[in-house]
């Protein structure tokens, strides 16, 4: 009898077992579309306020509420998280785009680094024309009007600053974990934060699973693509990797973006531009002669990349 | 006359250890803030300014709940039980009654600030490995002087409408709406038509500024605190000044008021 119990509960167990776990995958996805349900498009509202939180954080508390904003300024375009990231981007290599100011300073976008110009010559120039920019649009307190405005900034923080040590610059993570689980279709938040991840917190890994996550929820994100191709590029050391990601981005951007009203030409040299790295790197002139010349047509100055799309060819040439 | 207040001050601080409402918000709040705590973000433990964050806001959340529902009960509890008939014939004026209502929640509010403080800085000082002990303190005068400011108004509130529940329910959405934008009421103003412009910038000139009691930016940002010893004497002057207006007003209001309710 007590092994005729013993195999009724044994046999009882591992027919309900998979039942068991399929219950509790259901339950997982019902948690989150119950979620979904409950909050609706109130949480992309949730998930843009806390990626300004990561932004406000960056800059020690000091930044402009909804009142402060210049009238026509939304709250999405006040984002120095990703001008940093774009920022310093542009700073380890003389090829990246400037992602600044888009309308201004296209120039800077297909940037090549100056005949004679030295490195440091280049980053100086570029680092204090962004904080001039910043500073111009950071001074939103301006002057007070009355005693209460002017008494009132003793009491919270009323000056321009960034986070600089490590330790600081993790504080603006949680918010933008925060805010890529609210709305998970916010590319943005995935490329700034797997940068951050990256090259200011040394954490590879984790930039790299954040970005597979952020690619398995958004497949047709190019700007995803060409984050995790910088990622094989810069972190893991792997140029083959990095050049089979940055061509898919390619391929996604030229299958999305033509059809758009205003496609992202912006990421379209972003993802050129660190093609034509690779292919320096590795010595492929003829191959990188020719992504300079898709790059020509999108670039704010033409001039310059043709005199490095010329270069490319001499050496394409002399290589044999 | 203070005697007397601070003899009602230690009844109302005696009653308020006697309700729940202190002991469940602090539970709630060191939970919350401890299971905030434990989340994973990237395997990196460092990370303390989201949490003390969340730790002040609960802890402003909370401590306004408390001023507000013990001014708010106060003196109406004293009619609908009829204790306030022997009270005031022991002889204690309606002054030393508003005062000693006063005296005892702000006391109690200090005493719940101390104890959330004392958590907010164990936190702090737990994930950080250093204690910013002048912000912590400066947090928490301002925090007490802001908690006057919200007790005397409760108490005008409780003297001029009817139930306790709307005038805490009013007090509540005042204090809220005076914090997130007093700052900003003047250019609030601008973008409107007259004569609501003409009413909101009579209010901010007004309406106590609350927001200048809260320095949560500066306590999480690990800010240095850019007031003088000046600015604080002011600021204090100032929550002093709206608590006497209120509590005057209260007692103005109280000493036309019949007893009976």
Avoid at chain 1, 195 to 221: C, H, I, M, Q
Avoid at chain 2, 98 to 126: E, N, P, R, T
Avoid at chain 2, 162 to 168: E, K, V
Wanted: include cysteine; charge should be negative; charged fraction near 25%.
């Amino acid at each position: 009898m007590l092994f005729g119990l013993l195999s009724a509960a044994f046999t009882t167990s591992v027919s309900l077992e998979p039942n068991l776990r399929a219950g509790a995958k259901r339950q997982a996805t019902e948690a989150s579309g119950l979620l979904e349900t409950l909050m609706g498009d109130s949480r992309r509202l949730f998930a843009q306020h806390f990626y300004l939180k990561a932004d406000a954080y960056f800059h020690s508390g000091y930044y402009p509420s909804i009142f402060d904003r210049k009238a026509g300024e939304t709250q999405g375009e006040a984002v120095h998280l990703r001008e940093e990231s774009t920022r310093s981007s542009d700073a380890e290599d003389h090829h990246e785009n400037d992602g600044h100011d888009h309308s201004k300073d296209l120039a800077h976008k297909s940037d090549a680094r100056k005949p004679g110009m030295e490195e440091k010559e280049h980053d100086d120039e570029h680092k204090d024309a962004h904080d001039h920019e910043d500073e111009d649009e950071l001074k939103f307190l301006g002057e007070s009007k009355d005693w209460i405005e002017r008494f009132g900034r003793h009491f919270f923080p009323s000056t321009h600053a960034h986070l600089e040590s490590r330790a600081e610059q993790n504080e603006i993570l949680p918010w933008l974990k925060l805010s890529a689980e609210l709305d998970p279709n916010k590319v943005e938040v995935y490329t700034v934060s797997a940068y951050w991840l990256r090259t200011r917190l040394g954490k590879v890994d984790e930039a790299e699973e954040f970005l597979r996550l952020g690619w398995r929820l958004n497949p047709e994100s190019h700007q995803i693509l060409h984050e995790l191709g910088k990622l094989f590029a810069e972190g893991r050391k792997d140029p083959i990797r990095a050049l089979n990601v940055l061509e898919l981005a390619l391929g996604k951007w030229r299958s999305t973006e033509p059809s758009k009203k205003e496609p992202d030409l912006f990421g379209l040299q972003q993802i050129l531009t660190a093609l034509v790295r690779l292919d320096e790197q590795a010595g492929r002139w003829s191959e990188g002669a020719r992504r300079l010349q898709l790059l020509k047509e999108v670039a704010a100055d033409p001039a310059k990349v043709e005199a490095l799309r010329l270069e490319f060819e001499q050496k394409a040439k002399q290589g044999g | 006359m203070l005697r007397k207040s601070w003899a009602i001050g230690g009844v109302v601080l005696k009653e308020m250890t006697r309700r729940k409402d202190f002991y469940v918000l602090f539970i709630l709040t060191a939970v919350l803030t401890v299971a905030m705590g434990s989340v994973n973000v990237f395997d990196d433990t460092r990370m303390v300014r989201y949490l003390k964050e969340l730790c002040l806001t609960l802890v402003w959340l909370a401590v306004l709940v408390i001023a507000v529902t013990s001014a708010a009960r106060q003196i109406p509890a004293e009619r609908e039980h009829r204790t306030i008939f022997p009270l005031l014939a022991k002889p204690v004026s309606r002054w030393e009654l508003v005062l000693g209502k006063f005296i005892g929640c702000f006391l109690a509010c200090g005493i719940a600030l101390f104890v959330f403080y004392l958590f907010f800085a164990i936190i702090s000082f737990s994930r950080e490995r250093e204690l910013f002990l002048a912000n912590c303190f400066y947090a928490f005068l301002l925090h007490w002087i802001f908690c006057a400011v919200v007790v005397a108004m409760t108490l005008l509130g409780s003297v001029v409408l009817s139930t306790p529940s709307a005038n805490a329910t009013l007090c509540f959405l005042a204090a809220s709406s005076i914090l997130f934008l007093g700052r900003h009421l003047k250019q609030i103003a601008q973008s409107m038509h007259e004569p609501l412009r003409s009413v909101l910038q009579v209010g901010y000139f007004a309406l106590p500024h609350l927001e200048f009691f809260d320095i949560r930016d500066l306590v999480v940002h690990n800010h240095p605190a850019p007031f003088s010893a000046g600015d604080l004497a002011l600021v204090t002057g100032y929550g002093a000044l709206y608590t006497t207006f209120f509590l005057v007003a209260a007692w103005a209001v109280f000493r036309r008021r019949p007893l009976s309710a």
